[in-house]
């Protein structure tokens, strides 16, 4: 098993930036990506960026090219999110995910933290 805990949501204005944290416990070794998504009222779940754990490779979507960036550090079982020039439309509650698999569904998922962001 591995334990996913989210942290550094928050209310922000248009414009500003947050860094998002999430902390892995337990089986962390067996963790082969690491990913964020997110939740806005009403919508599904999307995603947002994944980043290999081993390998550092990166992916993004779209709409968070150029104002988003992924990135661990591995000997803290850590990995990040973060956000630039945030807009209204980023509002969502931000999921982290683990999965053991290069592809496929996540296996485990922190509980969210809220990000908001005002115009």
């Known amino acids: 098993q591995v334990q996913l805990v989210e942290s550094g949501g928050g209310l922000v204005q248009a414009g500003d930036s947050l860094r998002l944290s999430c902390a892995a416990s337990g089986r962390t070794f067996t963790v082969n990506r690491m990913g964020w998504f997110r939740q806005a009222p009403g919508l599904d779940r999307e995603f947002v960026a994944v980043?290999?754990?081993?390998?550092?490779?990166?992916s993004y979507a779209d709409f968070v090219k150029g104002r988003f960036t992924i990135s661990r550090i591995n000997a803290k079982n850590t990995m990040y999110l973060q956000m630039n020039s945030l807009k209204p439309e980023d509002t969502a509650v931000y999921y982290c995910?683990?999965?053991?698999?290069?592809?496929?569904?996540?296996?485990?998922w922190g509980q969210g933290t809220q990000v908001t962001v005002s115009s």
């Open positions: 980043i290999g754990w081993s390998s550092g490779i990166t």
């Open positions: 995910a683990a999965s053991h698999n290069s592809y496929g569904p996540f296996n485990y």
